[in-house]
């Protein structure tokens, strides 16, 4: 398989971490380290291979594409100098790390962590030295007990993929004043004209200041206090015109920039609405995969060519599917305009037939949410890891702009105890919508009568519920191009010969099915799939990202009767 993108070993993926709060100071840590694979959980005394952070082990770009075993020790090594200003503090950060980790500094024991989907952080001011050894030691489960884990696999399958373990986000170090801004919680309100800004520090009644429109406007207040920006007159944002306002907080000495969209998320007249208006969401499945580098991007700009291919091809919203990207995924879909349906990454116990795929073929198939062990989610750990870490996830990703909607459960996998969990989010965030069983088993509450169909003919029907309709997966066709993959068994659910074929079944799934639907109430369509993900070809795209494999005119065509002239 050939290869897009070209990496340097010296800047690999350099670019700031996290632009809805940057902050002058940084030091990235990203880079060749070195490490080791061992049968024991101890420090080993020798580190025989090197490693390209953020890259798993597993992968091509790392340099070592070695599996680590579900009972191994992966053990990192980096030593590194830092000539920082001794008055601040520094603080050491980890963008992603799959699965379990604990952190030494100068060989004392800064934290540990678990969860391998979201940004942590560890204050080591008291350890870091102008000469410094850094070890991350990891274990990674995979599918092998009951962890949030997404499609990761011992064995790619069928809709599973490569399991890959270890550091695969940035590590990078920034020096903060002994009084500084922790996060920020940014909140959009169009119908007022303004967006608010709690400012969360390390202790609460400091004194901020938020500055915007290139600083004509100023509003003071304090950390802990909901701030109000107040805009005369407001441009909104949109996909079809992503407008964000930039502004800045500044607390003491420490200072961040951000950015805002003005933008809301409602359901009215039985429809999606965007800004108070109904908007059809025309969505592809966004898997996140990589062939050389399994969930990290190899460049920045290749995600930048994802998000821009995906808008070159008609569509305005992209769900990301069983992974949560890093943040700058989020920015540039803010910035370039898509919308994002962001899923919780599923977990429990592996998924058995024919719970997994029952709905498929029987209409009327069902499974209650409390038989636990049908559904994989029998472990008392993995229900306390789901909802922690649901949490986190929406903590994490709650200012992005461009995030419409939450999908709690997809397709029965891990599911439980669906209306608490809906309670939950619903308290976590009020401004986006919020789908709780994507596929199935509709637990009959909430908002979406969510459909998945792939086998046979989507035939609209309103939701006896009165609920809005969504189809949040269909399509599935497979038509491969030789030469893009590696593979010999290959997955999908309607397989094509040629590219023209493949390009009229597009249109007519379209054109006969989700067109007419749309004009009978359905208000959005996921198709799967965007890439070709190793055995699972289906997607518009090669997985080396070499070849569109549908069209571009054909793909306008569809957006042009799906949308028209909608703003």
């Known amino acids: 398989m050939q290869t897009r993108y070209t990496i340097d070993p010296n800047h690999i993926l350099a670019e700031y971490p996290r632009p809805q709060m940057v902050r002058a100071s940084y030091y990235s840590l990203n880079g060749k380290w070195e490490c080791a694979i061992t049968d024991e959980p101890s420090l080993p005394n020798f580190f025989p291979y090197t490693i390209l952070v953020p890259f798993s082990p597993e992968t091509k770009l790392s340099g070592l594409e070695k599996s680590v075993g579900v009972k191994q020790t992966l053990t990192y090594k980096r030593i590194f100098n830092f000539s920082g200003e001794s008055d601040k503090r520094t603080i050491l950060h980890f963008e992603a790390v799959d699965y379990s980790c604990t952190v030494y500094l100068n060989g004392v024991l800064i934290g540990s962590h678990t969860g391998g989907y979201l940004p942590f952080w560890f204050d080591i001011t008291e350890s870091i030295r102008p000469d410094n050894e850094l070890i991350v030691q990891v274990t990674d489960p995979c599918d092998s007990q009951s962890i949030i884990r997404g499609k990761q696999a011992r064995t790619a399958k069928g809709i599973f993929y490569s399991g890959q373990s270890g550091i695969y986000q940035s590590v990078w170090l920034e020096q903060v004043s002994q009084h500084y801004i922790k996060a920020l919680v940014i909140t959009s309100n169009l119908e007022q004209r303004c967006w608010h800004v709690t400012v969360i520090a390390d202790m609460d009644g400091l004194e901020v200041v938020v500055s915007y429109l290139d600083g004509q406007r100023k509003v003071k207040g304090f950390s802990g206090q909901r701030l109000s920006c107040q805009i005369d007159d407001v441009h909104p944002w949109s996909p079809e015109d992503p407008y964000l306002y930039p502004f800045s907080v500044t607390l003491g000495d420490d200072s961040v920039t951000s950015y805002v969209g003005l933008r809301s998320f409602t359901l009215e007249f039985g429809r999606l609405c965007l800004n108070g208006k109904?908007?059809?969401?025309?969505g592809i499945l966004d898997q996140g995969y990589w062939p050389d580098s399994l969930y990290t991007p190899p460049t920045d700009q290749a995600m930048v060519d994802d998000l821009l291919l995906m808008k070159k091809l008609g569509f305005n919203m992209v769900r990301k599917h069983a992974k949560v990207e890093n943040l700058r995924w989020y920015y540039h879909c803010d910035r370039l305009g898509i919308l994002v349906w962001q899923d919780m990454v599923s977990g429990g116990r592996k998924p058995i037939q024919p719970i997994m795929s029952g709905p498929l073929f029987l209409k009327s198939f069902s499974v209650s949410d409390s038989l636990y062990t049908l559904l994989g989610s029998q472990d008392v750990q993995y229900r306390k890891d789901y909802e922690e870490q649901l949490t986190e996830m929406i903590q994490t990703l709650f200012n992005c702009v461009s995030i419409a909607m939450w999908v709690l459960f997809n397709e029965g996998w891990g599911q439980f105890d669906t209306a608490r969990i809906l309670s939950l989010?619903?308290?976590?965030?009020?401004?986006?919508?919020?789908?709780?069983?994507?596929?199935?088993?509709d637990q009959k509450i909430g908002s979406f009568c969510s459909r998945h169909v792939y086998f046979k003919a989507y035939q609209h029907t309103p939701d006896a519920l009165g609920r809005v309709v969504i189809l949040s997966e269909f399509g599935g066709y497979v038509y491969r191009e030789i030469g893009h993959d590696d593979e010999t068994k290959v997955f999908g659910y309607k397989k094509f010969a040629d590219r023209k074929a493949f390009c009229d079944?597009?249109?007519?799934?379209?054109?006969?099915?989700?067109?007419?639907?749309?004009?009978?109430?359905?208000?959005?369509?996921?198709?799967?799939?965007?890439?070709?993900?190793?055995?699972?070809?289906?997607?518009?795209?090669?997985?080396?990202?070499?070849?569109?494999?549908?069209?571009?005119?054909v793909a306008l065509q569809v957006a042009a009767l799906l949308l028209g002239a909608q703003e």
């Open 278 to 282: 109904p908007y059809y969401h025309h």
């Open 425 to 441: 989010v619903q308290k976590l965030d009020a401004s986006r919508t919020i789908d709780p069983s994507s596929g199935w088993y």
């Open 505 to 553: 079944a597009f249109f007519d799934l379209y054109n006969r099915e989700i067109v007419p639907a749309k004009e009978n109430g359905l208000s959005a369509s996921v198709y799967t799939q965007f890439s070709d993900v190793q055995q699972e070809l289906n997607g518009l795209v090669t997985f080396d990202r070499l070849s569109v494999k549908l069209d571009e005119v």
